[in-house]
């Protein structure tokens, strides 16, 4: 049962985690625009100097070039990482090259996010079973 002690206390933490959530919140909307360009449907067969060249090619400094390839087979899963020398290069290399034609496909450049935390867990193989090992019949 609840007692007259309990409302302002769960009023506290309320507060608190309500300010703690404006604060995060507040730093995310003062945060400038990044130098990390994520860049998407590249052609499979595309490498890294051939991306470097296409971003260099608008007069923009490049610092670091990285194509995702896939973990078990090598193979590129068809999207990149650009990094900027500056803001400024960042955002003149999206507007110019975003929906851009490369390689018989349009490419979608914009600026890169930070990955979504991942779930922890095991695979996806629950329960059932029981039986194992044992003679059926």
């Known amino acids: 049962m609840r007692g007259v002690a309990d409302g302002p206390r769960r009023d506290r933490t309320h507060r608190w985690r ?13 945060r400038t625009m990044g130098t990390r360009l994520y860049v998407g449907n590249l052609p499979f067969d595309t490498n890294e100097s ?3 060249e296409l971003f260099q ?5 490049v610092s670091d070039v990285k194509i995702i390839t896939d973990r078990d087979t090598g ?15 960042a955002q003149a290399a999206i507007n110019a090259l975003n929906g851009r034609d ?3 496909r349009a490419l979608t ?29």
Do not use: H, I, T
């Not at 193989?125 to 039986?131: D, E, K, S, T």
């Open 18 to 30: 309500w300010e703690r959530a404006s604060q995060a919140r507040g730093q995310r909307g003062l």
């Open 50 to 52: 051939q991306l470097r």
């Open 57 to 61: 090619g608008g007069g923009w400094q």
């Open 75 to 89: 193979r590129p899963r068809g999207f990149a990482f650009v990094e900027m020398a500056s803001q400024a290069d």
């Open 102 to 104: 490369f390689g018989g």
């Open 109 to 137: 450049v914009n600026e890169a996010r930070e990955q979504a935390p991942r779930r922890s867990g095991g695979g996806g193989f629950g329960g059932g079973g029981g039986r194992r090992g044992r003679d059926r019949y």
